[in-house]
């Protein structure tokens, strides 16, 4: 006969944090947000691979392109480059984040001196950059003839036809600095001249890069900044159940730090294949896997040597995977059912597996409930996909902006390998996810601070210093559906100027 679970499951909405004593110790400034992301001896050994705040962007394509990647790890996070698209093109992204070179950028904005007014104007649209080179061939490398600012056109005066050429700022006028200027000579430069950018040439005038007043002001001014021992951004990479033999290989050659099995179901003969295929040629790159629900699925991934293990089944935001397919839990009972696990499995073997709760996240409160709970840091998807960094377009929709957020299981992506029934594959049979729209929420740097100063808040009024603290010390409370409400503004008419999103 079925075996029916005695506990419901539960979302994060149906817990409280009950507070505990907080001291002088307990100040936002004083609070530590590092988590492993690679298993390793506890009290013994560091993990080899450390976020300096708790956050992952999804495995997806309207989230975890290579510019997301660059903005969260220079906050501090990892994105997992999303693995549905060709082995090629994701490889590409992972070496433009590694290439990346926090202060001195490669231009992604050019135009030739032939290109009109109407291409500076689509360029800027697409980019949202105010700054686009002109060279010779209209490529990032070519010889630099000059600048296009938005300071150097007027739409209502000019003609759309007006060529690049006649109203650009000529290298004649420009302050350039030559290859091999440090980061620091750069900014001086900037701040002696006045100027908002300097265009970087080797010997002969080709473009090597630009170095932006405000790139240089963010790098000085974070320092949870996620960098390898060479300096570079850290950046992960997803990966399925079916071209691991070819994409593997490829995403390590082109410099992925991490990787990430990226399925639905991870409680799967595949991901066992998986995992042991990489580590055996592979021993020390890291390797997560998932996602799972209960003890059952974390144990089986833990023995089958994932370096960090993946919860949740059918929270995601865009899922319909429960509705489909009936199958899944509530966030909350999955990441602590999995945390019981992972804390017994330290305890018999001395290898702490980092967790990571995935979906379901919707206010950041719920971050601090999936820490407090025993994950060790968050994947989101809608969180990121709101901010300018995610691929996704802009749109204007009922008077306000949201930005575009599709399902791996949707329609629009057709993510096959992601919901892998083991078949012949190739196709989907149905959907389980949905595409749709989330509300634009200006940068990630901003969204991201917001979030975790609230994060930090909370982790205050529980007494605790470190995620490990936090998780060791929490005490919460299920709440009923009638202090849900009390919870909320109640009682009283709100203004409508202060109702806005929290
Ligand atoms: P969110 O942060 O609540 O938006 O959830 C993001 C997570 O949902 C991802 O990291 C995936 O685990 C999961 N996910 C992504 N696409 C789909 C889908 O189409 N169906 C079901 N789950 C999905």
């Keep these: 006969m079925a075996q029916i679970f005695e506990q419901e499951s539960r979302t994060f909405s149906e817990y409280l944090l009950i507070p505990n004593l907080?001291?002088?110790?307990?100040?936002?400034?004083?609070?530590?947000?590092?988590?492993?992301?690679?298993?390793?001896r506890k009290g013994e050994e560091e993990s080899k691979l450390k976020i300096n705040i708790p956050m992952v962007s999804a495995v997806m394509q309207a989230v975890s392109d290579d510019g997301l990647a660059i903005a969260l790890a220079r906050c501090g996070g990892m994105s997992f480059v999303f693995q549905s698209q060709s082995v090629e093109s994701q490889c590409e992204m992972i070496r433009k984040v590694k290439k990346y070179k926090a202060g001195i950028v490669a231009s992604d904005s050019n135009l030739s001196p032939d290109d009109t007014l109407a291409k500076?104007?689509?360029?800027?649209?697409?980019?949202?950059?105010?700054?686009a080179a002109v060279t010779e061939d209209g490529t990032a490398e070519g010889k630099?003839?000059?600048?296009?600012?938005?300071?150097?056109y007027r739409v209502s005066r000019m003609s759309p036809d007006e060529k690049v050429s006649t109203f650009m700022t000529p290298i004649e006028k420009l302050v350039t600095a030559p290859e091999g200027t440090s980061l620091k000579e750069a900014n001086d430069i900037i701040w002696d001249n006045k100027i908002n950018q300097l265009p970087i040439?080797?010997?002969?005038?080709?473009?090597?890069?630009?170095?932006?007043?405000?790139?240089?002001?963010?790098?000085k001014a974070n320092p949870h900044e996620l960098l390898d021992s060479e300096k570079k951004l850290i950046v992960g990479a997803g990966i399925n159940t079916r071209d691991y033999e070819t994409r593997v290989p490829a995403l390590i050659e082109a410099g992925a730090d991490a990787l990430c099995l990226d399925s639905s179901d991870g409680f799967s003969v595949w991901q066992k294949q998986a995992l042991e295929w990489i580590k055996?040629?592979?021993?020390?790159?890291?390797?997560?896997?998932?996602?799972?629900?209960?003890?059952e699925g974390f144990k089986y991934l833990a023995d089958c040597g994932a370096d960090f293990i993946?919860?949740?089944?059918?929270?995601?935001?865009?899922?319909?995977?429960?509705?489909?397919?009936?199958?899944?839990?509530?966030?909350?009972?999955?990441?602590?059912?999995?945390?019981?696990a992972r804390d017994k499995y330290f305890k018999e073997t001395g290898v702490y597996i980092p967790l990571c709760s995935d979906g379901g996240i919707v206010h950041d409160y719920h971050m601090a409930l999936a820490l407090a709970m025993g994950a060790d840091f968050m994947m989101l998807g809608r969180y990121f996909a709101r901010f300018d960094e995610s691929p996704t377009r802009k749109l204007l929709v009922g008077g306000s902006y949201v930005k575009e957020y599709w399902g791996e299981g949707s329609n629009r992506a057709r993510n096959w390998?992601?919901?892998?029934?083991?078949?012949?594959?190739?196709?989907?049979?149905?959907?389980?996810?949905?595409?749709?729209?989330?509300?634009?929420?200006?940068?990630?740097?901003?969204?991201?601070?917001t979030s975790l100063a609230k994060v930090?808040?909370?982790?205050?009024?529980?007494?605790?210093?470190?995620?490990?603290?936090?998780?060791?010390?929490?005490?919460?409370?299920?709440?009923?559906?009638?202090?849900?409400?009390?919870g909320g503004a109640h009682d009283v008419i709100q203004k409508e100027s202060d109702r806005t999103a929290r």
């Design 22 to 40: 907080t001291t002088e110790d307990n100040t936002p400034d004083k609070i530590d947000l590092s988590a492993p992301v690679c298993k390793y």
């Design 120 to 131: 500076v104007l689509e360029l800027h649209e697409k980019t949202g950059h105010g700054t």
């Design 144 to 152: 630099l003839l000059g600048l296009v600012t938005t300071r150097d």
């Design 201 to 219: 040439v080797d010997s002969q005038g080709r473009l090597v890069g630009l170095v932006f007043r405000k790139d240089y002001e963010f790098h």
């Design 280 to 295: 055996s040629r592979y021993p020390d790159v890291i390797v997560g896997a998932g996602n799972v629900v209960d003890a």
């Design 310 to 340: 993946k919860i949740g089944i059918g929270g995601g935001s865009i899922c319909i995977t429960r509705e489909q397919k009936g199958i899944g839990c509530g966030q909350a009972s999955a990441v602590l059912a999995v945390a019981e």
């Design 417 to 449: 390998q992601r919901y892998d029934d083991g078949g012949k594959g190739g196709k989907m049979a149905f959907e389980e996810g949905v595409d749709s729209y989330v509300p634009y929420a200006g940068s990630l740097k901003d969204g991201v601070e």
């Design 456 to 486: 930090k808040a909370t982790m205050c009024s529980c007494g605790s210093s470190s995620i490990e603290e936090f998780q060791n010390k929490a005490r919460l409370v299920v709440v009923s559906s009638t202090s849900i409400v009390e």
